[in-house]
Structure formats: structure tokens, C-alpha cells
């Protein structure tokens, strides 16, 4: 059974500092692996998505990477803005059933 | 771009009483669609998958007779909480899978979520 576990749980910078989110999960065999932004009682929305076959995908100031064989991915987000403040939600695609297993969610805090 | 509309948004409803959660695909078609359920502070749980005239398939530990689930167009799938109860006072997002696309390679579609609570 997949499990995905995102460290850390929470995060407080301030505003323009480069920081890293990181996302493991346990069963490499996957279709890709998204990050989406959560805000509070909000739906998502996705970020960046990685297929199994790449390394990374960058949008804007956000770049995910994918290691697929040590079972991790990195969402870096340069020059972080009180904007950014929210949950980020690693998410893999399993082979097996289309599945689509969370992580916990890392909660940012940006501040000014 | 593609949109999934989830309606309500929030709903307050007392012990026993059915709720009805819309989730619509608006400018795509949407073959398959996802529930999920999200306690506080917690991730996401999918809860069950439908797919446009089929039955719904339940994760494990969710009642398919509580959860009712019904995906009766490439546009529109339902999930009905059926003689709810305070605990099963969440926040329900649905996501969609555009037709002809790859899982591979295209993103799920989420709704904004429904924020249901029970008296």
C-alpha cells in the first residue's frame, strides 16, 4: 500500500527566503506525482506535475523535482512571498488502480 | 482551462437527515470522477471512484450504503450522505478525470470543496 508522508509538517519564513518542501512515498511503482496548493477551506490546485519518466517540472518561482528510485520529491519555492502562504499536498499516481494517495500536507506561513 | 464546479460549498444539516453533493465538470467531459474527504488538519482520503455509468468503487472502510454515490452523466456525479451524523461532519472534494486524457500525463481537476456539518 503507497504511503506518502511530507516533512515538514509546518513551516514559518520570512518573506523572500528560498525553501525547500519535501515528499517521500513508499512504492515507486507510480504515474506521476503532483503538488497542489491548498488554502484554508479551499479545493486544490495544482502546481506541477511530474511524470514518472522525468526529474523536474518548473513553473514561475516553483520547481519540483522527482527521484523515483529513492521515493522522493522536492517542491523549492524561490523568493517565497506572504502570497504563498498556504498547504502544499504532494500527491503520487500509483500504477495500480489510478490511484491518487495524499500526502499531509506541509502548512507555509509567509511572513512579511 | 478545465473547471469542476462542487455545490454546495457548505451545508449545515441535522442528525438523520440525507445531504446531496453536486460535482460538475463544466468544460470537459469527466469519465471517471473521484470523492474525497478531508478531516481537519489531515490530507485527503479518497473515499470511492466513479465511473460514467457504472457502479461506484468504495475504498476500504467507507460505507457504499452511507456514501451513496451516482456519476449518471460525462458531466455530473453525486455523492448523497445518507442519515447523517455528526461525525460524518467533513470537508468532501470531488476531482474529475478529463475524457481522453492520460492519467499519465494531465493533472486531476478538483471542485472547491464541500464543508458539511451535522447537527
Known amino acids: 500500500k503507497q504511503e506518502v508522508t511530507q516533512i515538514p509538517a509546518a513551516l514559518s519564513v520570512p518573506e523572500g527566503e528560498n525553501l525547500v518542501l519535501n515528499c517521500s512515498f513508499t512504492d515507486s511503482a507510480i504515474y506521476n506525482l503532483q503538488w497542489f496548493r491548498q488554502d484554508p477551506g479551499k479545493g486544490l490546485t495544482s502546481l506541477l506535475l511530474i511524470q514518472s519518466s522525468q526529474r523536474e517540472q518548473t513553473s514561475g518561482r516553483l520547481n519540483a523535482s522527482l527521484d523515483k528510485s529513492s521515493g522522493r520529491s522536492t517542491l523549492y519555492i524561490a523568493a517565497s512571498q506572504p502570497g504563498d502562504s498556504a498547504t502544499y499536498l504532494c500527491?503520487?499516481?500509483?500504477?495500480?488502480?489510478?490511484?491518487?494517495?495524499f500526502g499531509g500536507g506541509t502548512r507555509l506561513m509567509v511572513k512579511p | 482551462g478545465a473547471v469542476v464546479s462542487q455545490h454546495p460549498s457548505w451545508v449545515i444539516c441535522k442528525s438523520g437527515t440525507s445531504v446531496k453533493i453536486e460535482c460538475r465538470s463544466l468544460d470537459f467531459q469527466a469519465t471517471t470522477m473521484f470523492w474525497y474527504r478531508q478531516f481537519p488538519k489531515q490530507s485527503l482520503m479518497l473515499m470511492a471512484t466513479?465511473?460514467?455509468?457504472?457502479?461506484?468503487?468504495?475504498e476500504q472502510g467507507v460505507e457504499k450504503d452511507k456514501f451513496l454515490i451516482n456519476h449518471a452523466s460525462l458531466t455530473l456525479s453525486t455523492l448523497t450522505v445518507t442519515s447523517a451524523h455528526p461525525e460524518d461532519s467533513s470537508f468532501y472534494i470531488c476531482?474529475?478525470?478529463?475524457?481522453?486524457?492520460?492519467?499519465?500525463?494531465?493533472?486531476?481537476?478538483f471542485g472547491n470543496g464541500t464543508r458539511l456539518t451535522v447537527t
Open positions: 500527491a503520487v499516481l500509483s500504477n495500480a488502480g489510478n490511484m491518487l494517495t
Open positions: 476531482s474529475a478525470k478529463q475524457r481522453d486524457k492520460s492519467s499519465y500525463n494531465s493533472p486531476l481537476h
Open positions: 466513479s465511473n460514467e455509468g457504472s457502479k461506484a468503487t468504495y
